[in-house]
């Protein structure tokens, strides 16, 4: 069954530094999202993406964070100069073309900040 | 007021026992309804996605949506120690893929051998 592939699953970053988190939607998917989990809490939204731009953002997503399509299987999740509360389980996750159709989430990128 | 509210638990139940798992919301506007499984380590795993009110069943799983009262259910049947997880209710707005899901915290769920 076709999934969604995070990496790396656990990337520990030095406070002030960016870090790129990677995944891979499933092949046929258009639409393309980033959640992030901190320990205990909800899973929350932070950006949808499709057609090549921002769909949606919460308030969590602000000028720190950035998402890009570089190339045709990709999607990845920048955060400029990352602080000790970006520390979280970070999840990707895909839909395909029907807009009615569910999200589909990868294994996540645990981010531990020092 | 919180968006969604689901009771964490742990809730702990004896192995073919039937389980109810259950969330509550405040914002009408949510259209679509999913029950995620999640395990430790691991991402969330769509077990079943509604949209009507009403009834909707796969195999031992049966998610039920009653609008009018901004409550969702899910009902496993003849639990399996291997159902133990934590269970995630998500919702979104109708109209637009690109909506995110707004989750509920969790219910972390034992079935016991």
Request: hydrophobic fraction near 30%.
């Amino acid at each position: 069954e076709p999934e969604v592939t995070q990496t790396p699953s656990h990337q520990v970053t030095q406070m002030g530094q960016e870090v790129i988190l990677r995944c891979v939607p499933i092949s046929n998917h258009l639409y393309f999202y980033w959640y992030r989990q901190i320990l205990g809490q909800k899973v929350e939204f932070l950006v949808s993406f499709y057609n090549n731009e921002i769909s949606e953002k919460s308030e969590i997503f602000d000028d720190q964070f950035s998402v890009e399509r570089p190339d045709g299987s990709n999607f990845t999740l920048k955060i400029r100069s990352t602080k000790l509360e970006d520390s979280a389980m970070y999840f990707c996750a895909s839909g395909a073309s029907d807009e009615n159709q569910p999200q589909h989430f990868g294994d996540g990128t645990r981010l531990s900040i020092l | 007021q919180k968006e969604v509210e689901q009771d964490p638990g742990p809730l702990s139940v004896p192995e073919g026992a039937i389980v109810s798992l259950n969330c509550t919301y405040s914002n009408s506007a949510f259209q679509y309804f999913m029950w995620y499984r999640q395990y430790s380590r691991k991402g969330p795993e769509l077990l079943m996605y509604t949209y009507s009110s009403g009834n909707k069943e796969d195999g031992r799983f049966t998610a039920q949506v009653d609008k009018s009262s901004k409550y969702i259910s899910l009902f496993i049947r003849d639990s399996q120690p291997s159902d133990s997880a934590t269970y995630l209710c998500a919702m979104r707005p109708g109209g637009g893929g690109a909506d995110g899901l707004t989750f509920g915290k969790g219910t972390h769920l034992i079935i016991q051998p």
